[in-house]
């Protein structure tokens, strides 16, 4: 083989063309950073510990179970635990609605069909709003679902949807908390 050999010239361009690509993303690449979706380059996050402005959010009163677990939950994530603040710089208001579906139905016998399986979906719409200028700060809208199994007996039943709910009021917390510190955030 000579250096002349097409094959030989065409893998070396190829060589070239991929270095060229891998140089060009490793500088394109090196502009990112990551930093903390809440908090400038000084701060430090600890698990448990909320920063300063998602610790003085109040959670406004709210008037279903459901929304109350949700309330609960948000509660104890802004706060670490500690409750409401005093004299907090937010209010959130929210508003909380569930539903509860059937997914699946099993023919138990001939004549009647039963559902054995369901799912609860819980939408939540919040508002951040200033307590001193009434300012609406932030608005969004969030949703979770929990699927469950329907037994037969009636209480085993309800005692499943209600599960159902918890866990879907859990994890709606939890993406309520994100997207109000990525509201923060923009602020």
């Known amino acids: 083989m000579s250096s002349s050999d097409p094959v030989v010239s065409a893998s070396r361009t190829l060589c070239r063309v991929a270095a ?4 060009a993303s490793v500088l394109a690449l090196s502009a990112c950073s990551v930093q903390p979706l809440y908090g400038g380059a000084t701060a430090s996050f600890a698990p448990g510990q909320p920063s300063a402005r998602v ?3 109040a959670v406004k009163a709210v008037e279903t179970r459901t929304a109350q677990e949700v309330r609960n ?13 005093a ?3 937010y209010l959130m208001e929210l508003d909380v609605r569930g539903t509860d579906s059937e997914t699946a139905t099993v023919q138990r016998s001939r004549s009647d069909n039963e559902s054995s ?3 609860v979906k819980l939408t939540a719409s919040y508002k951040l709003v200033d307590p001193v200028t009434t300012e609406v700060v932030a608005t969004g809208t969030r ?7 329907r037994p037969v007996q009636l209480f085993a039943a309800s005692r499943a ?3 159902a709910e918890n866990r879907a009021a859990r994890e709606l917390a939890a993406f309520l908390q994100l997207a109000v510190m990525q509201d923060l955030a923009r602020l």
């Open 20 to 23: 060229g690509f891998v140089v």
């Open 55 to 57: 610790a003085s959010i």
């Open 73 to 85: 939950h948000l509660i104890f994530a802004f706060n670490g635990g500690a409750g409401q603040p």
């Open 87 to 89: 004299s907090p710089r």
């Open 117 to 119: 399986a369901g799912v």
């Open 143 to 149: 949703s979770a679902t929990s699927a469950f199994d």
């Open 161 to 163: 949807a209600r599960d």
